[in-house]
């Protein structure tokens, strides 16, 4: 088998384990040299693809490719962008030939979501249509947690031990307050149209803490919230309220809509907090307190979950052993095998069935008033964030590595994206 080099690159919004992905992958790759080259990394994405902007990370350190295990973030930039079909813009396509065949490049390995997926699949169909030996594999990142086929997705561990442990300590405080001041704490959290990290809130029922969650599954009913969040008060003293970003009215319409797309056409959203806690001064005029966890849930590796870091570490080694096996257009995958004891093997998936296909929150793990979990959704959520993976503190901060990200010469003419 003639030596090819591989391309490897992150796609979408980064998670606080993307980069240990990355590590097992590169790691992997180091080991089979007589098969694997020298192993590129697209600056941003599938745009240093098109833009012939690689990164030899062949030039950094084993010490520092070991470091990204322990580094949130994506390392090598990461981006926001869809590949059209073949038959709409053949063009790029054709680029993307252009750029492996002046690299020797015969492994594409991408990092993302269901829109990333989206774009491996049609990468891997370029070995057929254009003549271009390429195996594509898709290596699943995404905190909504809403791929196909696999059991969790990486990223997602980590954020909803962030949300958990974050709606945890807030009610603590809110508590204290409850009876001289603040009686609501409002915690915004992404998911446009899962609401698996909203479902993390659920996890506080022995702590014995009121948490009313809005999830997207559920068309919000604004009567049946406020009643629920009135209860909760009169008995408790306060309430925590728990709202997904892709919370909605029957109507469709995001609670958090701004008007605006991102660069995938959705809706951009970002403000269903400050909605709901309006909702409810307005309507029980109770003093209340939100906070939009944002960028933070996903960046936070302090508090990553130890079972999501090793499953992205193993799906970054996966990616690379499949391709070896000489497959194409698949994904590796966690299968779970038990929830006491959490055991799990590494499968694989068809691309085909994973591109544009979303997971939603099964009807069983919303509890029957549509506000909370089941016991079936907890003993799913509560393995995923066991363990703690603290990564070296230097002065109080944790060490993360920043990569030196070397680009490799160039060898065509420039490429407007």
Not at 259 to 282: C, S, Y
Not at 349 to 366: G, H, R, S, T
């Amino acid at each position: 088998m003639a030596k090819k080099n591989a391309f490897y690159a992150q796609s979408g919004g980064v998670t606080a384990v993307i980069n240990a992905s990355a590590c097992g992958l590169i790691e992997t790759a180091r080991k089979h040299k007589d098969i694997i080259g020298k192993v590129y990394a697209g600056r941003n994405g599938i745009i240093g693809a098109l833009t012939e902007d690689l990164i030899d990370t062949g030039k950094e350190s084993d010490a520092d490719i070991a470091a990204l295990r322990y580094t949130p973030s994506g390392a090598f930039g990461s981006c926001r962008y869809k590949l059209k079909s073949l038959e709409a813009n053949k063009r790029e396509y054709e680029r993307l030939i252009a750029i492996f065949k002046a690299h020797n490049i015969g492994y594409f390995f991408y990092n993302g979501g269901g829109d990333s997926a989206d774009t491996c699949f049609k990468i891997s169909q370029l070995s057929e249509s254009l003549s271009y030996p390429l195996q594509a594999i898709h290596v699943p990142k995404t905190i909504d947690n809403d791929l196909p086929i696999t059991d969790c997705c990486p990223g997602f561990g980590s954020v909803a031990k962030y949300v958990a442990v974050s709606t945890l300590e807030a009610s603590f405080d809110v508590k204290s307050m409850a009876k001289t001041s603040t009686k609501i704490f409002v915690l915004e959290v992404m998911g446009r149209h899962a609401g698996w990290i909203a479902a993390a809130g659920g996890l506080l029922v022995d702590h014995d803490i009121p948490v009313v969650i809005l999830f997207p599954e559920v068309v919000f009913d604004q009567k049946k919230f406020l009643a629920k969040v009135d209860a909760n008060v009169m008995k408790f003293g306060y309430c925590t309220v728990v709202v997904s970003e892709g919370c909605h009215y029957p109507d469709g319409k995001f609670l958090a809509e701004q008007g605006t797309t991102d660069a995938f056409g959705h809706a951009q959203l970002g403000g269903a907090a400050p909605v709901v806690a309006n909702i409810i001064k307005e309507a029980l005029g109770y003093k209340f307190h939100w906070a939009v966890s944002d960028y933070l849930q996903r960046s936070a590796r302090h508090i990553a979950s130890k079972t999501d870091v090793k499953q992205a570490y193993q799906l970054g080694r996966a990616a690379v052993e499949l391709a070896l096996k000489g497959s194409n257009a698949v994904m590796p995958t966690i299968q779970r095998l038990s929830d006491v004891p959490y055991k799990y093997r590494i499968g694989v998936a068809d691309l085909k069935d994973v591109a544009n296909v979303e997971k939603f929150m099964p009807k069983d793990f919303i509890s029957r008033d549509g506000f909370g979990i089941t016991e079936k959704c907890r003993r799913y959520l509560l393995p995923l964030i066991q363990g703690e993976d603290y990564p070296k503190y230097v002065d109080g901060l944790p060490q993360y590595v920043t990569l030196k990200n070397i680009a490799v010469p160039k060898k065509l003419a420039a490429f407007k994206v």
